[in-house]
């Protein structure tokens, strides 16, 4: 079973870019995860889909943040204009489903250096 | 708002000795318990979870973990540590009621010493 994909695997970009992420979950999962993992921190929930709905979405900066899962399968996140505290690696994870008893399977993540 | 504390940034272990990385938690209601391993420039893996009934788990890798509910703790253990064990460790929370999200610790990371 192939895992989570998730690209690029590294970006720099100067600080007021733009920038994109890609995941493309476990096959059939439903639940779609989007993490931020700052350096010497444990990962933060930025927006969770079931399927293409965003079911929580509250720590996410929506001033310049934003991602999308249209057709419930591969999704991306956007920042912009970026920030140099956005350096980070931001994690994709998937589930088959909501409740506890579904584990989340984590993409390799994408490490962002803003400058 | 729930949250999880990890209290040791490392944890220095001879090969071959017991392990253990503490975790404590705050939620309200009953509490999910995860442990989350990171091996360098990968992605988290799942190694055990606690959802109810018994207090002691036991997952991949021959790692288990303690619920202890008095204590507000879930510490990860391992009888004989390994080289290869030597990796970041994350502890999580959900809680049983309200949103699906969940909180991780700001991690461990254990060094297994040959």
């Known amino acids: 079973e192939a895992g989570v994909a998730q690209s690029p695997r590294y970006k720099i970009i100067e600080k007021r870019q733009s920038v994109a992420f890609w995941c493309n979950p476990i096959?059939?999962?439903?639940?779609l995860y989007w993490y931020q993992q700052i350096l010497g921190q444990g990962p933060k929930l930025l927006i969770q889909?079931?399927?293409?709905?965003?079911?929580?979405d509250s720590q996410l900066p929506k001033d310049r943040f934003s991602a999308e899962r249209l057709k419930g399968v591969d999704s991306t996140l956007k920042i912009q204009p970026a920030k140099l505290e956005d350096s980070a690696v931001y994690l994709c994870?998937?589930?088959?489903?909501?409740?506890?008893?579904?584990?989340?399977?984590f993409g390799p993540g994408t490490r962002l250096t803003v400058t | 708002a729930q949250s999880v504390a990890q209290p040791e940034d490392q944890v220095n272990v001879a090969e071959g000795n017991p392990l253990t990385v503490k975790c404590t938690y705050s939620?309200?209601?009953?509490?999910?318990l995860f442990w989350y391993v990171q091996y360098s420039n990968r992605g988290l893996q799942f190694l055990l979870k606690?959802?109810?009934?018994?207090?002691l788990v036991k997952g991949s890798y021959g790692f288990e973990a303690e619920f202890n509910k008095s204590q507000t703790s879930f510490h990860l253990k391992k009888p004989s540590a390994l080289v290869s064990d030597s990796a970041l460790y994350f502890c999580?929370?959900?809680?049983?009621?309200?949103?699906?999200?969940?909180?991780f610790g700001k991690g461990t990371k254990l060094s297994v010493i040959p």
């Open positions: 994870a998937s589930s088959s489903g909501q409740g506890v008893l579904y584990e989340q399977y």
């Open positions: 096959s059939g999962h439903a639940t």
């Open positions: 889909f079931q399927n293409n709905g965003v079911v929580d």
């Open positions: 939620v309200s209601g009953n509490p999910y």
């Open positions: 606690y959802i109810t009934g018994d207090n």
């Open positions: 999580a929370v959900r809680s049983g009621a309200g949103s699906y999200q969940l909180t």
